[in-house]
């Protein structure tokens, strides 16, 4: 059975951290680019970062540049994205998802193919 599990997320206030940790399972997440996708309240999913397949390159959206951090352990088919700097608008669901695609293209979300369930993220002073 493939699956995303996705912790980490909850309420922090602006300035603050979080990690947010994907644990798969069913599928061998070496094989797979992966990325984490922000649907803000009201707004459409938004990817924010991707780790891609060939050769464990990363990319972010602008917004999040410099703040967040996406990697993996693929010994232990995690994914992980560290969120620093945490503004109000950060605020919303979190998704972990993985693709075949073997490079990133962050605006094609549509391309994931094995979603988790959303984990919150809330920032607020």
């Known amino acids: 059975q493939v699956q995303l599990v996705e912790s980490g997320g909850g309420w922090v206030q602006p300035g603050g951290s979080l990690r947010l940790s994907c644990a798969a399972s069913?599928?061998?997440?070496?094989?797979?680019?992966v990325g984490w996708i922000h649907q803000a309240p009201g707004k459409e999913r938004e990817g924010v970062a991707c780790?891609?397949?060939?050769?464990?390159?990363?990319d972010y959206e602008d917004s999040v540049k410099g703040r967040f951090t996406i990697s993996r352990d693929n010994a232990k088919n995690m994914v992980y994205l560290q969120m620093n700097n945490l503004k109000p608008e950060d605020t919303g669901i979190y998704y972990c998802?993985?693709?075949?695609?073997?490079?990133?293209?962050?605006?094609?979300?549509?391309?994931?193919?094995?979603w988790g369930q959303g984990t919150q993220v809330t920032v607020s002073s």
């Open positions: 998802a993985a693709r075949r695609f073997e490079v990133c293209v962050l605006y094609m979300t549509e391309e994931y193919e094995y």
């Open positions: 069913g599928f061998a997440l070496e094989d797979w680019t």
């Open positions: 780790n891609s397949k060939k050769d464990n390159e990363t």
